[in-house]
């Protein structure tokens, strides 16, 4: 593949759609975003609201670093990294980078939470009110910093009512497994372990299928676009992580926070991307960041994971946990 010659040309050649995600694995990503948010809602009881409600300091500081820090980074990755590349092939590119950072918390941070020894109450929670929020949030924080970066690209402006149409259709899932939850405890407690498996097994299949497949992309693609893709979720872990720590949040709830901050919902940025850009001629380019997302995350959360469980638990237990 001639793809992303980018160290050989001054002009990058455009990358084709199916370079990146072909019409198979297209209509399988969309199915399992559906599965899984109907899973995440599955897992959910009008008293885990009631909870949140009573102690919401948790939320407030979650939907803060999700949708503050998060955008905020993703927007200072793309000008001070990704700018350094063409503009006719950083453009697009920051379109996929700026969705992945303003799109809201994935189910795989509640497995790495749980791993962590994390408050996993409080992650669930957390990705639930941040999936909820980013009806309004995602596509707010999208037009705010798309605004500053897409100034001179009149025809790749991000089509803010589509990504809301497409955030309100995969709420549907959510609201539906909720229901299913409230009539059957049982059958909402195994949805919702299948809406985690098959959270592990979109990442499993990409590392499995993807990976090997566009092996001459991910060769050819600048070091710029890889630093973006690994270092929103790197960083965003260790900011969101240092600035709960810095305000003396338990250390659990600390860990919680930095990962659910940090591992976002690679899956739905890469639907959202299928769903809205469909005939965007650019489609290549805007699903690369979050598929190499979606790729990286779960080995730089497996080493931060590894390195949260050092922490001494023994001395941990004797600390108040006020969330």
């Known amino acids: ?8 040309s001054t002009t990058p050649p455009a990358v084709n759609e199916q370079d990146v995600v072909t019409p198979f694995e297209q209509v399988l990503l969309v199915g399992l975003v559906f599965v899984i948010m109907f899973g995440l809602g599955a897992g959910l009881t009008p008293r885990d609201f009631k909870l949140a409600l009573r102690r919401p300091y948790g939320l407030i500081i979650g939907l803060v670093t999700q949708f503050g820090i998060m955008p905020l980074l993703a927007y200072l990755l793309v000008i001070l990294v990704l700018f350094q590349l063409p503009r006719e092939y950083a453009v697009p590119v ?5 969705l992945m950072g303003c799109v809201p918390a994935g189910t ?21 009110n941040s999936t909820l929020w980013a009806l309004i949030l995602t596509p707010l924080m999208l037009a705010l910093y798309g605004s500053f970066i897409f100034t001179e690209s009149a025809d790749l402006q991000i089509p803010i009512t589509n990504i809301v149409v497409t955030l309100a259709t995969l709420l549907i899932p959510v609201v539906t497994g909720m229901l299913v939850r409230r009539f059957s405890a049982n059958i909402g407690a195994v949805l919702e372990l299948l809406g985690g498996f098959f959270g592990l097994f979109f990442i499993v299949f990409l590392m499995a299928t993807w990976v090997p497949r566009n092996w001459a992309l991910l060769t050819a693609t600048p070091w710029q676009t890889y630093l973006v893709a690994i270092g929103l979720g790197l960083f965003g872990i260790a900011i969101a992580y240092g600035l709960a720590r810095a305000i003396r ?49 779960v080995i730089v959360s497996t080493f931060v994971t590894l390195w949260f469980r050092r922490a001494n638990l023994a001395e941990e237990q004797k600390i108040p946990n006020l969330l």
């Open 94 to 98: 920051a379109i996929g980078a700026l």
């Open 1 to 8: 593949m001639n793809a992303l010659l980018i160290l050989a």
């Open 108 to 128: 795989t941070s509640n497995i790495f939470t749980y791993f962590s020894k994390g408050n996993l109450a409080l992650s669930v929670i957390m990705t639930t």
């Open 249 to 297: 949040l338990h250390p659990s709830n600390a860990r919680t926070i930095g990962l659910e901050t940090g591992i976002q919902n690679g899956p739905l940025a890469i639907a959202i991307v299928l769903l809205t850009f469909a005939d965007n001629p650019d489609i290549g380019l805007i699903l690369i960041v979050p598929a190499l997302y979606s790729l990286f995350i």
